[in-house]
């Protein structure tokens, strides 16, 4: 069965500080894919990296890294010298290579004060 | 811009009302999708479609109705059978895997369904 867990409901820090969202997940699929996506306030998902389950190559996107760890089953993302604009609801999702399914975790609210 | 276009916003049903709620792609995508949001339980899937004129239920598909006529359009009734539909709904669309693995979704701006 599938499962992604984000066990963070809320996190707050304040601005300039690092911080790191967890995301665990569950599969029995060797060939899967990973996403993190950002919801602003608007509401509307916004797309931010995929990560295919042979590469586990860390990344980093700007202020944006993403550490991936298949011996953990993790894919966490951290934000580095966070900023006000930060703020949204992080969401991980895995999906299983020749599915159209994705399995959404329950989300992260990140709070960045000023 | 290439894009995915819900309507309305904001959407308002009385009891025993069906409501359909809309939603438009020109990204040339051949998957849709529907999810329901509800505070601290993430995005549940409603239904999804791969296909004109084919779609498959996901998890929380009772009290909910689709169909897929065209490639651009995937528009969700809400029933009167569905007890409590008050949420966010969320629009999505990808590519199908042509060789490069499952491509990320995209998203409309949602609408946010209350009971009067």
């Known amino acids: 069965a599938q499962k992604v867990t984000q066990a963070q409901t809320e996190i707050s820090v304040v601005e300039k500080e690092d911080v790191t969202l967890d995301c665990v997940y569950e599969?029995?699929?060797?060939?899967?894919?990973l996403f993190w996506y950002k919801q602003p306030p608007s509401g509307e998902l916004v797309f931010l990296i995929r990560r295919n389950s042979f590469d586990e190559q860390n990344e980093i996107s700007g202020r944006y890294s993403w550490n991936f760890q298949k011996s953990t089953s993790s894919f966490n993302f951290t934000i580095t010298a966070s900023q006000v604009v930060d703020s949204a609801v992080y969401f991980c999702?895995?999906?299983?290579?020749?599915?159209?399914?994705?399995?959404f975790g329950t989300g992260t609210r990140l709070k960045v004060l000023a | 811009d290439g894009g995915i276009t819900q309507s309305p916003k904001y959407l308002f049903r009385k009891e025993g009302q069906n409501v359909t709620l809309s939603c438009e792609q020109n990204?040339?995508?051949?998957?849709m999708y529907w999810y329901r949001q509800d505070p601290g339980q993430g995005l549940r899937l409603i239904y999804y479609s791969q296909i004109v004129n084919d779609f498959q239920k996901g998890d929380i598909a009772e009290g909910y109705s689709v169909s897929r006529e065209k490639k651009e359009s995937f528009p969700l009734t809400v029933t009167s059978a569905q007890k409590n539909p008050t949420a966010f709904y969320l629009c999505?669309?990808?590519?199908?895997?042509?060789?490069?693995?499952?491509?990320?979704?995209?998203f409309g701006d949602g609408t946010r369904l209350s009971i009067l």
């Open positions: 599969t029995r699929d060797t060939t899967y894919y």
């Open positions: 999702a895995l999906s299983e290579s020749g599915t159209y399914k994705y399995i």
């Open positions: 999505a669309s990808s590519m199908r895997d042509r060789g490069r693995g499952n491509q990320p979704q995209h």
């Open positions: 990204l040339n995508h051949d998957a």
